[in-house]
RNA sequence: UCCCCGUUAGCUCAAUGGCAGAGCGUUCGGCUGUUAACCGAAAUGUUGGUAGUUCGAAUCUACCACGGGGAGCCA
């Protein structure tokens, strides 16, 4: 195992005389007159080790065996790099090959591919140039939002990730089910009898872990959840996941400004972190991917959110003069071409968009004295659209009460909800970020499929 | 789920009703402290599937599968 002060990333900043061993994949490998370059990459870092190996230091079988896709581990003396490339490079001594790899048969070849065909060899895709900065970004975001929230004193609250409440109304549910599919169980009247199924009664894969987060919250005052969501939806877009992760804190005491004033310090703590350890990746991404990305990064990080009511930005939409596509009107909801409009034209930055009509959105968002619009705010960012949702909730007990009846719900799976209301019930506010839709943000990666490891659409779960 | 586009060698793409092609990759040879090198040669195909039109289909038609873009739903 490789351990602290031995990857790629750490010899790199060795001094030149040092003895080093390495161990990594061959991403390239190149021969001249009797002597053989071999890059060797461990996942650590965006460079790659270039070994230097002398005619006669390995013995014809092994050196055969050196080719691109390989593992090796390599011994030698670090010394100074009179090529291009690289500062620095190992002088190879010994060299054992662990796996070898077919040259004709393995798929990664030294010139670029589309991300659609690295999408087929996701099992391979890792050792690519972009995935691999892809990947150590999302881990840098994923220690970053723990060390945001931890530094304020949150606490992290492990969420269910089954749930057998089916009241969220964020869209569809994947169903959790132990019952035999080829013979269900019914009841007299012909429905699926739950009552023989694993909880005994429906079960599912949560949407959201909002509602308990809002039972710590009114516990613990500062609370966030971070983890996998599952939608069923049936959608077919580069923005959407049927399985996707998500930060969702949850405040006491809050109110919409102070809601709004952490998801902007949320979102440039992010991606400051992000910039000051990931340099050399978002560099990459910049270079090969998409050649805003970095200005972009620094801009949002430094500039002031714009904030801006519903009824304003409607009011803003009304008189730009366009021809929607979906025309604009007081109560109809944001469309993809009037968030993209507000943060790309009017304002040029992140823009807050606050107190929606109550048709609109969800039950649980505290109704404003208009008796019209709700404390609800969407974070909407140029180029993605919506990045964060999020609200004040309605602590009211008999307010929240009459507008699940509103909405036409049923009360009795909201007993411990309204419960909250009834017994020390306080101000209390939050949101949800998706981690892959402000990773394709950072790394300006178009597609969502290509910021997840492993990703779930309609239609796919390979590997 | 709807609209549009696509599917040809390992990869990226040509060929618009008449002999299946190129570049890259791969293999072999040459040259070279190389960096997505360069020069020469070779191997590589059930043209996504099924059915149809036609003397003849990669090409036209229908259906299906998969992929991409846009929309809806949302994070």
Redesign the pocket.
């Known amino acids: 195992m490789l351990g602290p002060g031995g990857y790629v990333r750490d010899i790199l900043a060795m001094p030149v005389g040092s003895s080093v061993g390495i161990s990594g994949w061959v991403k390239?490998?190149?021969?001249?007159?009797?002597?053989h370059?071999a890059?060797v990459n461990d996942g650590s870092c965006m460079q790659d080790l270039?070994l230097?190996i002398?005619d006669g230091v390995l013995t014809a079988e092994t050196l055969a065996l050196v080719?691109?896709g390989a593992s090796v581990t390599a011994t030698g003396e670090l010394?100074a790099?009179?090529?291009?490339?690289?500062s620095v490079?190992l002088?190879v001594t010994g060299l054992a090959v662990h796996g070898g790899a077919d040259?004709?048969?393995?798929?990664l070849?030294?010139?670029?591919?589309?991300?659609?065909?690295l999408?087929?060899i996701a099992h391979l895709r890792s050792r690519s140039n972009t995935f691999g900065a892809v990947f150590r970004v999302r881990n840098a975001v994923s220690y970053a939002i723990h060390r945001f929230f931890q530094e304020r004193g949150f606490i992290y609250v492990h969420t269910p990730v089954i749930t057998a409440s089916d009241c969220e109304g964020?869209?569809?549910m994947f169903g959790v089910t132990t019952l035999d599919m080829q013979n269900v169980p019914r009841t007299q009247s012909g429905a699926i009898d739950f009552s023989q199924d694993f909880f005994g009664k429906p079960a599912y894969l949560t949407v959201?872990g909002q509602l308990e987060a809002e039972i710590f919250a009114l516990a613990f005052s500062n609370v966030y959840t971070f983890g996998p969501?599952f939608?069923a939806?049936?959608?077919?877009?580069?923005?959407?996941?049927?399985e996707?992760w998500?930060v969702e804190p949850e405040m006491a005491f809050c109110d919409l400004a102070g809601d709004m004033r952490l998801a902007e310090d949320f979102l440039k703590y992010v991606i400051r972190y992000v910039l000051d350890t990931c340099l050399a990746d978002i560099e990459f991404f910049t270079k090969r991917i998409d050649p805003t990305v970095l200005g972009t990064l620094e801009h949002v990080a430094s500039v002031d959110f714009e904030h801006v009511t519903y009824t304003e930005a409607v009011d803003i939409l009304e008189r730009a003069g366009r021809n929607w596509?979906?025309p604009v009107e007081w109560g109809c909801?944001l469309?993809?071409?009037h968030?993209?409009f507000l943060t790309e034209e009017t304002f040029k930055r992140p823009v807050i968009v606050t107190d929606y009509p109550k048709q609109?959105k969800?039950f649980y968002m505290r109704a404003n004295d208009d008796g019209k619009t709700v404390r609800a705010m969407?974070v909407l960012a140029p180029r993605i659209?919506?990045?964060?949702?999020g609200s004040q909730r309605e602590e009211r007990h008999d307010v929240l009460q009459a507008r699940i009846m509103e909405q036409g719900l049923d009360l009795e799976p909201y007993w411990w909800y309204l419960d909250l209301r009834r017994f020390g019930s306080v101000p209390h506010a939050g949101f949800?970020?998706?981690v892959?839709?402000i990773l394709m943000y950072l790394t300006g990666m178009?597609?969502?499929?290509d910021v997840i490891p492993f990703p779930r659409?309609?239609?796919?779960a390979e590997f």
Do not use: C, W
């Open positions: 390239t490998r190149r021969d001249s007159k009797g002597i370059f890059q270039q230097v002398d080719t691109t010394v790099s009179p090529g291009a490339g690289q490079e002088k040259t004709v048969a393995y798929p070849q030294k010139k670029g591919h589309t991300m659609e065909f999408r087929d964020a869209g569809a959201s969501t939608r939806e049936n959608s077919n877009t580069p923005r959407h996941l049927a996707f998500m596509e979906f909801d469309q993809a071409e968030e993209r609109i969800a969407d659209g919506e990045i964060i949702g949800g970020l998706g892959e839709r178009k597609n969502i499929r659409t309609p239609g796919s």
